[in-house]
DNA sequence: ATAGGGTTAG
């Protein structure tokens, strides 16, 4: 530095020749552009600028010197504070020929670069704080405003003016800023920083003008990079009102034709978000966009789109993405096959998922695909296999875990294994599981409790259940909403009210949160055991909770005021779900149907019926025994009999057991047992499967008339169709058959045998 | 990969 600057001085003292042009051009070129600068700023040296020697500095400006952006830059930088860049840019205003128009805005981003340079902390900031350097940078801006100077911006200026206004979060002057600017100052890194702030301020709209000129192709000089993708691919998974659907393809695909691409794990992401929000048809394009594209697609990206389509049961998509992995050479992984085996096992296609995870399983050459099955597979299977009642298989599966691999059974797989079995009923082999479970070191989940729980209450074993949960509370685990659904469930159930309402309030008080199915299944319980006070009350509670009521949930209500003949609080309910937007459904209309029909209201029932097919709500076999019920109930059965018999004619809507048991209730109180068993003989012609009701009904018939034959030959039938007894049967037939001298016949009856022929009996007597 | 709810006609 030293050197070249006494190299300077010397040249000074011995100017050059009078040139010609064409030396002076020759010597333009031998001169190095750091003594042309050199020499400027000396020239530049006075601060005033009255005192520059405006025609050596234009020789040397704008002849001398080469056209060249950095030069000028290296000048005004070199001035050392952004004022004198300034004068310089004064300077240069009067004074540059069109053809160096340029040099201004170099000159102007000298003096933004200077301005935000770290000033050193004086006495003065001291006292006053940091002199603010965004604030100079910004004055700086409006300065070249107010000169209406038309220079355009380099895109390092513009860079620098974008940070002061992010920095200073001027958003909309940040917008105003960015529409005015001239193309040539824009960057792909600052149109990614303009991206980015307006995302994060939720200005969407000003976001995608930016992104719209960034894949315009005119505009190569700032078109999306990698940064871009990242800002747009990450914004895609995160918010749903950034583009609709249509654009999330069309963006994706834009990009990818820049070889803009997401990276596995950010496609993935995107593939799981669309699919979780069931837009499972924008998820399948932008895969298949970026693999037409070139992009790298893995299994993970696939397995995201294959778990989507299971959701939507869409087989056909699922098989051509397998077809497609398979030609593209993805290799499937373990998540891939777990996918589709689960997948199987939930369309109950059991078999065929024992095929493959049997070929998965098969040691050599039968397993082509190199996945070993992981513990996840084997529960899967397990569960699948539990689901369907092949408990037995799953219990030969665990045994393969302990047996003859390296997979240790967890908690998952004996509590798919305990489910099966309480749901096949064999709750003690249930219990054997989890004693199993436990001395193998395994911790029992919160759904394991559930499972036990609600299996043991689903056997009529609700007090075994409280007991269970009693002996986990003292292990330290908690029951959840779940656990308490199937209490409530229970106990509401066997009509045990009190101690439901019991452990709803037991739920609250240890801290656990309802959630809406509990709510809705003490509601329910309530309802039906009739105590509309209370039902109300746990409604306000859950609307306090901030749930809402749905449709079943409101017929359960309303079902229950209709019980009570409240029919103003019933009308109140459906005033509400149009209040509220909740639709009517089906079971909305027959319960209303049903009710009004009993009240002998035909015209309300007909208007009821009328609006019903009017919403798109078909009258089902409900719908017609509720008519048929209220015909019955006004003693008119030869209408009754007319609905039925163009039901049985007309095959669309084919009667079942419960209109049979209506039509043969009313018929015997009609007395018209003949009718009746005529009925029952059709019951057996058409398939339709007697049940308990039925045979109570018919045999109150056939005991008001006292025809006795009848009644042991119904009593055959009715062990053959597997219906046994309740309490209403015995109350038909205890007092009469003793009174006839045949209670020994009712104890035959009672334990399952046939009675109609002593021999008969004698026979099935050596055989049991 | 595993657990819980509710309705209408008798």
């Not at 513009?158 to 958003?171: N, R, S, T, V, Y």
């Not at 292990?475 to 409530?488: C, D, F, M, R, V």
């Not at 509220?580 to 009710?595: A, E, H, I, M, P």
């Not at 109930?633 to 049985?648: G, P, T, Y």
Request: glycine fraction near 6%; hydrophobic fraction near 40%.
């Amino acid at each position: 530095m030293l050197a070249k600057s006494k190299l300077l001085l010397l040249r000074r003292s011995h100017p050059p020749p009078p040139s010609t042009t064409l030396i002076r051009h020759c010597s333009t070129v031998s001169d190095s552009p750091e003594s042309t600068i050199t020499q400027v700023l000396k020239l530049l040296e006075p601060s005033d600028k009255n005192h520059w020697n405006s025609s050596k500095l234009n020789t040397l400006l704008f002849e001398t010197l080469s056209s060249s952006h950095k030069h000028f830059l290296q000048i005004s930088l070199r001035l050392g504070s952004s004022s004198k860049a300034l004068t310089f840019l004064e300077y240069l205003s009067h004074n540059a020929p069109s053809t160096h128009h340029f040099s201004l805005s170099s000159a102007f981003q000298g003096a933004l670069e200077l301005s935000t340079e770290k000033q050193h902390p004086s006495l003065f900031s001291a006292f006053h704080g940091q002199p603010n350097s965004e604030n100079n940078v910004l004055k700086l801006y409006e300065y070249r405003k107010s000169k209406n100077w038309t220079f355009p911006l380099t895109p390092k200026s513009g860079l620098i003016l974008f940070q002061c206004f992010e920095k200073g979060q001027m958003i909309d002057d940040l917008v105003s800023f960015y529409k005015e600017l001239d193309p040539s100052a824009k960057s792909s890194r600052l149109c990614n920083g303009m991206l980015r702030v307006l995302l994060k301020f939720g200005r969407v709209e000003d976001a995608r003008q930016v992104l719209d000129e960034m894949l315009d192709p005119e505009n190569v000089e700032f078109e999306p990079d990698d940064f871009t993708g990242e800002i747009v691919f990450g914004e895609l998974v995160s918010r749903r009102s950034f583009v609709a659907d249509e654009e999330v393809v069309r963006l994706v695909t834009k990009l990818g034709e820049l070889e803009v691409f997401p990276d596995t794990f950010r496609l993935t992401q995107l593939i799981s978000k669309l699919c979780a929000r069931w837009k499972n048809r924008v998820a399948w394009e932008v895969l298949h966009a970026v693999m037409k594209l070139g992009c790298g697609v893995d299994a993970a990206s696939c397995n995201a789109m294959l778990t989507g389509l299971g959701k939507e049961r869409d087989i056909g998509r699922m098989n051509e993405l397998l077809a497609e992995m398979e030609e593209m050479k993805i290799r499937p992984s373990v998540v891939t096959f777990g996918i589709l085996l689960n997948h199987l096992c939930k369309a109950r296609r059991i078999d065929e998922a024992l095929q493959m995870f049997d070929r998965l399983r098969g040691k050599g050459e039968s397993n082509v695909v190199g996945v070993e099955p992981d513990v996840v597979l084997y529960n899967t299977m397990i569960d699948g296999l539990c689901k369907v009642g092949r408990e037995e298989e799953g219990l030969s599966l665990l045994e393969e875990m302990k047996t003859t691999t390296k997979h240790r059974p967890n908690t998952v797989t004996y509590n798919s294994l305990i489910d099966g079995f309480c749901k096949a009923g064999n709750i003690n082999y249930a219990h054997e599981l989890y004693n199993q479970m436990i001395a193998e070191g395994l911790q029992p989940s919160v759904i394991t409790l559930n499972t036990l729980v609600d299996g043991l209450c689903k056997h009529g074993k609700v007090f075994s259940a409280v007991e269970f949960f009693n002996e986990m509370k003292g292990k330290g685990l908690k029951g959840n909403a779940a656990t308490y659904t199937s209490l409530i469930s229970a106990f509401c159930g066997v009509n045990n009210i009190d101690k439901a309402m019991q452990y709803f309030d037991e739920m609250l008080s240890s801290g656990c949160s309802p959630d809406a199915i509990v709510y809705y299944t003490l509601i329910s319980g309530l309802s039906t055991a009739g105590r509309m006070d209370d039902a109300s009350l746990i409604v306000s509670k859950l609307k306090e909770a901030g749930f809402c009521l749905d449709t079943a949930c409101y017929n359960v209500l309303i079902s229950g005021f209709c019980k009570k003949k409240k029919s103003e609080r019933a009308y109140e309910m459906l005033i509400e779900m149009e209040n509220t937007r909740v639709r009517l459904d089906t079971v909305t209309y027959n319960t209303l149907v049903s009710y009004l029909g009993k009240a002998g209201d035909f015209a309300a029932a007909i208007k009821v019926m009328k609006k019903m097919i009017k919403e798109g709500h078909e009258p089902n076999v409900v719908t017609y025994g509720a008519v048929i019920n209220a015909f019955c109930l006004k003693n008119n059965v030869d209408e009754a009999m007319k609905i039925f018999k163009e039901m049985s004619a007309t095959s669309k809507i084919p009667p079942n057991t419960v209109i049979y048991n209506i039509l043969i209730d009313a018929l015997c109180k009609n007395d018209d047992v003949k009718k009746a068993l005529s009925l029952m003989d059709d019951m057996k012609v058409r398939g339709v499967r007697p049940n308990t009701t039925t045979y109570n009904a018919i045999l109150k018939g056939i005991r008001d008339e006292k025809m006795l034959d009848k009644a042991f030959v119904l009593m055959d039938r009715m062990i053959e169709d597997a219906c046994s007894p309740d309490y209403i049967t015995m109350e038909i037939l205890t007092e009469w058959l003793s009174a006839v001298g045949e209670i020994e016949k009712l104890k035959r009856f009672v334990q399952g045998y046939q009675v109609s022929s002593c021999t008969e009996s004698l026979a099935e007597h050596f055989v049991g």
